[in-house]
């Protein structure tokens, strides 16, 4: 079925309106793939509807893939470039005739593919598409589980050279394309993205190597690879991501881009450090396909999402993020980017580094070592008739001054700082050396942000948590019966964690005429904290809670990623 037809039916059955499929046909043309898939990923329509509408308009059954067991003989009928080709699954066989699963029942060419190809007739049935990726998943892995490939690895005798620093460079890059090492490699970036990883840490200590995950925000230790390819795995990694294999004395940084099924392309951001055993190599996933660029998404509350968008609308004053590394703080940037890119608007960014592209916006990669700062490339903004600003980081105060006087002279800027909540980022620019009278007029709003783990919705149960324990974290007495907490079990889904995904946790602070008089009036960050409360800004923790209290999250991730409130 064309885009345009399919558009039409939805419409036509209220399934959607016509701004939302303007919406999901824009989202298309920018990320490519199949409509319905963009309808999902807005959240316009649910994988399940879609499915059965699709059921409905073809006359065909609807089944979840989850339920179902296949048989491999059966999978053996339709070979895996396939499957992965046309998105779809052989589920059944009767006689001569072969059911199969996809996604788009009108797509005729892979029905005439496959009945061709298996001299069955094709019997065509719908799943939702993420079912059938997961299928293929499944019955198509044609990788070795860690536990295989580390039982291989025992045997194998590599020479590796010493760590001295007489390095062989052939030897190194002799021993880094020994197929097992390549294999072990291949694996640690491939299962990484299986496991929904954020980060993977590969770390040489005295007597031991460790491979260790980020997922969900916590690490966790997937395998000790032997000892004796500690060299052989990092130079391996290093001439994927282009960096020198000889140079083992200085940290390096390098990008690894890899093609996987599907299409799909993943990018790694690696960076090796030198430590007292070897090089230490973290890998960061830059996943575009999971960027979630829908501000309603991302976990604000209604409230808290009203006053950002309306600043970040406003034409000049600048929008700071703040929060620890890894807090998201460039999620909300690239939403709050992607909502303001439209042609009528000049946007430009100073990254380091530019983690995803996007057409329309010019991105620059900064360059430390030839003197491209962001305070230079702020300045050469300035000179390009800019409407939107993008600073990755204000680090110092040249960065603070330049980008204060473009918030002041018709430009909006938006940035991110390191600070631990909204109104100690006032005392933090005002530190570097930034007139008060500057950062009142500037500043239109401060969002500090956490990422607390989402309790996992397929094992998820009621927790039993003390009222005292609540009343202590923060929740008011007169509330406290109105909690319900919740806790995850475990379970294959989240691999026995508890948790599956995250959600933000944000204190939202637009800049009042209250707090504007109290930064002039030189008051202290406690002091604007408290007038915040009082004007109605929610702290870190009352959002945290307010998560708690809709079973989002658990009491203990509450604890984890907010302080109590003074």
Known sequence: MSTNRLGELLVRNKLIDEKQLAKALEEQKVQGGRLGASLIKLGFLKEEELAAFLSRQYGVPSINLAEFEVDPNVIRLVP????????????????????????????????????????????????????????????YDQSASLADVMSDLEDIDLEVVDDDDQVDVNELEKASEDAPVVKLVNLILTDAIKRHASDIHIEPYEKSFRVRYRIDGVLYEVMKPPMKLKNAITSRLKIMSEMDIAERRLPQDGRIKIKLPGGKDMDYRVNCLPTLFGEKVCLRLLDKSNLQLDMTKLGYEAEALSHFKREIHKPFGMVLVTGPTGSGKTVSLYSALSELNKVTENISTAEDPVEFNFAGINQVQMHEEIGLNFAAALRAFLRQDPDIIMIGEIRDFETAEIGVKAALTGHLVLSTLHTNDAPSTINRLLNMGIEPFLVASAVNLITAQRLGRRVCSECKEPEDIPKQALIEAGVPPEDVDSYVCYRGTGCATCNNTGYKGRVGIYQ????????????????????????????????????????????????EEVLRCTVADD
């Open 508 to 555: 939202v602070m637009p800049m009042f005429e209250e707090i504007r008089e109290l930064i002039l009036a030189g008051a202290n960050t406690a002091e604007i904290k408290r007038e915040s409360m009082r004007l109605g800004v929610k702290t870190m923790r009352q959002s945290a809670l307010s998560k708690l209290k809709e079973g989002v999250t658990s009491f």
């Open 80 to 139: 895996p470039e396939v499957a992965q080709k046309y998105q779809i699954v052989p589920i059944n066989r009767a006689g001569s005739t072969l059911i199969v699963a996809m996604s788009d029942p009108s797509n005729i060419f892979a029905i005439d593919d496959i009945k061709f190809m298996t001299g069955y007739n094709v019997e065509v049935v719908v799943a939702p598409e993420a079912g059938i990726k997961g299928a293929i998943d499944k019955y």
